[in-house]
Nanobody
Framework: QVQLVESGGGLVQAGGSLRLSCAAS????????MGWFRQAPGKEREDVAR????????HYADSVKGRFTISRDNAKNTVYLRMNSLKPEDTAVYYC?????????????????WGQGTQVTVSS
């Protein structure tokens, strides 16, 4: 069993920055890829960023490329999402998720554990 707990969300002005954290329980965290997703009101959940089990491979949605950085610290069982140059359209609930594999794709059904989500609101 794995539990994921996100933190770091909040209200920020456009152009600002936030760093989200996702703390995982369980000794198998370092063996799996992790992803960050987001869901805005009335929209489907979308893939934002993902990172392989070692951290060597990362992938970003085009909408956040160059502004967001995903990273992980396997010693701390934590994955991060650094978000810079935030825009109002980044407003959403952000979720971290654990992949079933070591290198993740963006397919939601590939992830077997999800956090409860953290709200990010960017004001214009």
């Amino acid at each position: 069993q794995v539990q994921l707990v996100e933190s770091g969300g909040g209200l920020v002005q456009a152009g600002g920055s936030l760093r989200l954290s996702c703390a995982a329980s369980g000794r198998t965290f370092s063996s799996y890829a992790m992803g960050w997703f987001r869901q805005a009101p009335g929209k489907e959940r979308e893939d934002v960023a993902r990172i392989s089990w070692t951290g060597a491979i990362t992938h970003y949605a085009d909408s956040v490329k160059g502004r967001f950085t995903i990273s992980r610290d396997n010693a701390k069982n934590t994955v991060y999402l650094r978000m810079n140059s935030l825009k109002p359209e980044d407003t959403a609930v952000y979720y971290c998720a654990k992949s079933r594999g070591t290198v993740a794709t963006g397919r939601i059904n590939e992830y077997d554990y999800w956090g409860q989500g953290t709200q990010v609101t960017v004001s214009s």
